[in-house]
């Protein structure tokens, strides 16, 4: 069984309503057994954004404010 890739475990984790971007972190983290680091959680976030800025995601807010910043699924056109 392959590992699934970081932002194939971050589409997992997130929905089409808005979700906390803290949450979908820890989700994310959690699944991929990553170490328990700063790192882990930063190589995720990157990858978060690079969904954002490909937009497969749609953000809410600043995102490097994990706590305050949303995401989800970008709605198909």
Known sequence: MTMPTISDAILQNCRSTWLKVARVLRTTHEDLGLPDDDAAFNSIA????????????????????WRESEVRIAATK
């Open 46 to 65: 990157l990858e978060l954004e690079k969904l954002v800025e490909a937009g497969t995601l749609e953000a809410a807010g600043e995102l490097s404010k």
